[in-house]
Antibody, heavy 116, light 106 residues
Framework: QVQLQQWGAGLLKPSETLSLTCAVS????????WSWIRQPPGKGLEWIGE???????NYNPSLKSRVTISVDTSKNHYSLKLTSVTAADTGEYFC??????????WGQGTLVTVSS | DIQMTQSPSAMSASVGDRVTITCRAS??????LAWFQQKPGRVPKRLIY???TLQSGVPSRFSGSGSGTEFTLTISSLQPEDFATYFC?????????FGGGTKVEI
């Protein structure tokens, strides 16, 4: 059974850097891309980007200038950094497995609040 | 970006009703369309992928159809546990984009 367990700071001040990590267990880490998706309060889902075990990434152009996704294959972990956060970055952040382009397994979510 | 427009954004329904939710893409997404269910405070759950393939464990009252730019999620007989928000996702091209969601309420 594939499981994604994520963690990271939940309260940030404007201009700080959001940092989240997702640990993957079960399944084959090297066979998939691994993504980050976010959801502002009461709103829809936004795809942030993805990475594979080789470090190949794809980012949403709307966030690309502030986003870095990295991978640690020795631990089957991958991470998200989002710089210069503002209140607009407040929301639930999910890590998720990409399977043939689709998203099947999700992490439990991390609520990130940006407030001064 | 491919824009995904869902309708309706919210609806009221009763147990036993047939419910239809539509997702329209701004351009052809081929077969690369999935549907998700999300309950308050919960992680999205994939219901259907490649337009009409039912995720393992999902009840057969859920079905998907469509092609090209117009897709439909149908719940044949709404059950109490189906009151939730539903999203479509296109993964034909980057960036992946979701529909705005349809909240199904009692």
């Amino acid at each position: 059974q594939v499981q994604l367990q994520q963690w990271g700071a939940g309260l940030l001040k404007p201009s700080e850097t959001l940092s989240l990590t997702c640990a993957v267990s079960g399944g084959s880490f090297s066979d998939h891309f691994w993504s980050w998706i976010r959801q502002p309060p009461g709103k829809g889902l936004e795809w942030i980007g993805e990475i594979n075990h080789s470090g190949n990434t794809n980012y949403n152009p709307s966030l690309k200038s502030r986003v870095t996704i990295s991978v640690d294959t020795s631990k089957n972990h991958y991470s998200l950094k989002l710089t210069s956060v503002t209140a607009a970055d407040t929301g639930e952040y999910f890590c998720a497995r990409v399977n043939y382009g689709d998203v099947d397994y999700w992490g439990q979510g991390t609520l990130v609040t940006v407030s001064s | 970006d491919i824009q995904m427009t869902q309708s309706p954004s919210a609806m009221s329904a009763s147990v036993g009703d047939r419910v239809t939710i539509t997702c329209r893409a701004s351009r052809d997404v081929d077969r690369f369309l999935a549907w998700f269910q999300q309950k308050p405070g919960r992680v999205p759950k994939r219901l259907i992928y490649t337009i009409s393939t039912l995720q393992s464990g999902v009840p057969s009252r859920f079905s998907g159809s469509g092609s090209g730019t117009e897709f439909t999620l149908t719940i044949s007989s709404l059950q109490p546990e189906d009151f939730a928000t539903y999203f479509c996702l296109q993964h034909k091209s980057y960036p992946l984009t979701f529909g705005g969601g349809t909240k199904v309420e009692i």
